[in-house]
């Protein structure tokens, strides 16, 4: 098996796709760090401590899997987390050129480090943090769409879902 690698994202909140990526890449590597970024320009939804949390509940039966956060470059983040691999999942063709754009940065500022995409299991490829925020502001159901100790979250956030 590879070594550590490192799976960034925003995860605000994170989804049963993203879910779907970390226990696939478990199985792949003997460590997976899933790191929050914290300074994002669009303003989140929960706070960082608050997707630390929803994080770690959801993993909380994947032995080799840590949960972190993480300011400023990738790149520089990976090298301190002594890997040499990203991870990122793969929906649509709509997310390949933001994500042809960042690979190819991130191998400009260290060739070292490769970036590994995963094809979103189809069953989760229309599934963003941003549709279910939508779909939880209306107070609809989100239990298929997101890990269950996130529900609760949203919840606390928008008020349940208005069919229970
Ligand atoms: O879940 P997201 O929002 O698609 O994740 C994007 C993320 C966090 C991977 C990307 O914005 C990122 O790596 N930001 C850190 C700044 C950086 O290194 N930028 C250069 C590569 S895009």
């Known amino acids: 098996m590879a070594e550590t690698a490192v799976y960034p994202g925003s995860f605000d909140p994170v989804t049963n796709g993203h879910l779907d990526i970390i226990e696939r890449s478990a199985k792949v590597f003997n460590k997976v760090v899933v790191a929050v970024l914290h ?7 929960f706070s960082v401590d608050e997707r630390l949390t929803m994080l770690r509940e959801s993993v909380e039966n994947i ?20 890997a040499k691999t990203i991870i990122r999942g793969l929906r649509a063709v709509s997310d390949f050129e933001y994500e042809l754009q960042a690979a190819s940065i991130n191998r400009k500022l260290d060739p070292e480090i490769e970036t590994f995409f ?5 069953q989760y490829s ?28 949203l919840y606390e956030k928008y008020g349940p879902f208005s069919g229970e």
Not at 135 to 142: L, M, P, Q
């Open 39 to 45: 300074n994002r320009n669009k303003e989140p939804l």
């Open 63 to 82: 032995p080799n899997v840590e949960i972190d956060s993480f300011n400023g470059l990738l790149i520089d983040y990976v090298r301190q987390k002594q």
């Open 118 to 122: 995963m094809m979103t299991n189809n």
């Open 126 to 153: 229309y599934l963003s943090s941003s549709i279910v925020k939508e779909v939880a502001k209306y107070e609809a159901d989100v239990k298929e769409l997101v890990p269950t100790p996130v529900t609760a979250y």
